[in-house]
């Protein structure tokens, strides 16, 4: 299956880095409106289109409207109160300044799990919707889950949160896949013993999200002098190989197995192939 992270990563990094006083919309204007009214001392200011930004007990947080919006559409007769509900709800969770609760788009990031991740994690909570982790595809066997930095340790991002947040799960993968092209810079080089083979290790638990900063692949792939194939085995550490070397991809599979089999915590074996900015299976 194709990933088109490429494609939203452009548009949204363009939406986050818009000042304070970008352009709005007619429906974000009349969400401020019931802030402004009905929560004052929260100082709402819009940030964007659908994106209002708040002053909670813990700081600045950033509220997205998408579900709001999508449920106005829906049942328009129910909007002003969907409105009131949406705006009163944000209230009373801003002022229990719970900083690990907190949502921040800031602090969002998306990694690569093995296939049916998400539902194991879940299976505690299997009579709780809101409770699951939010998931997308990534290419066979390999998914997207979303983290959150938070103060104490990552957390994984499930629907409660991104409910509160006012968040879609698209707009989630666009915020994540954006925050990667500001992930501290890692550097790879040629395995011992395998040349052909390059290791990128990162030491924040973060190291399969640069799998999404397409300038890193931009300048690997320059420097190797062309498409790579990759795997990401484990959590921090993705290896990868020159695509066109066939004989260093069958020992980039071999190795990218040898790897999960004897990981506590893998992420998966196959291996995925770039084509200009986005990923296939091997």
Not at 80 to 89: D, T
Request: net charge neutral.
């Amino acid at each position: 299956m194709r990933s088109h992270w490429h494609v939203v990563a452009v548009a949204v990094a363009t939406l986050l880095c818009e000042p304070a006083s970008a352009a709005s919309d007619e429906f974000t204007e009349r969400v401020l409106g019931v802030f402004t009214r009905a929560a004052p001392t929260l100082q709402a200011q819009t940030k964007g289109i659908r994106q209002i930004e708040i002053q909670s007990q813990s700081g600045r947080l950033e509220i997205y409207l998408d579900n709001l919006e999508a449920a106005c559409r829906s049942a328009p007769e129910r909007c002003e109160a969907e409105i009131k509900s949406f705006v009163h709800r944000i209230a009373e969770h801003s002022a229990a300044a719970k900083d690990v609760g907190l949502f921040r788009a800031e602090k969002v990031y998306v990694v690569l799990r093995g296939e049916g991740f998400a539902s194991r994690a879940g299976a505690e909570f299997r009579n709780e919707p809101k409770k699951q982790l939010v998931s997308r595809p990534f290419v066979g066997g390999i998914e997207r889950i979303y983290v959150l930095d938070t103060p104490k340790a990552f957390r994984f991002v499930n629907f409660e949160d991104i409910e509160e947040a006012g968040l879609s799960p698209e707009r989630l993968d666009q915020i994540a896949v954006s925050n990667a092209f500001s992930l501290k810079p890692v550097q790879y080089a040629p395995i011992r013993g395998e040349p052909d083979i390059y290791l990128l290790a990162a030491g924040d638990g973060l190291g399969t999200s640069r799998i999404f900063e397409a300038s890193l692949w931009n300048r690997i792939e320059k420097e190797l002098g062309g498409p790579v194939a990759v795997a990401a085995p484990t959590r921090d550490w993705i290896v990868f190989v020159k695509r066109d070397n066939a004989a260093a991809v069958e020992k980039l599979k071999a190795l990218a197995g040898r790897i999960v089999r004897g990981e506590p915590y893998p992420v998966s074996p196959v291996v995925f192939v770039r084509d200009g900015a986005s990923w296939d299976a091997y």
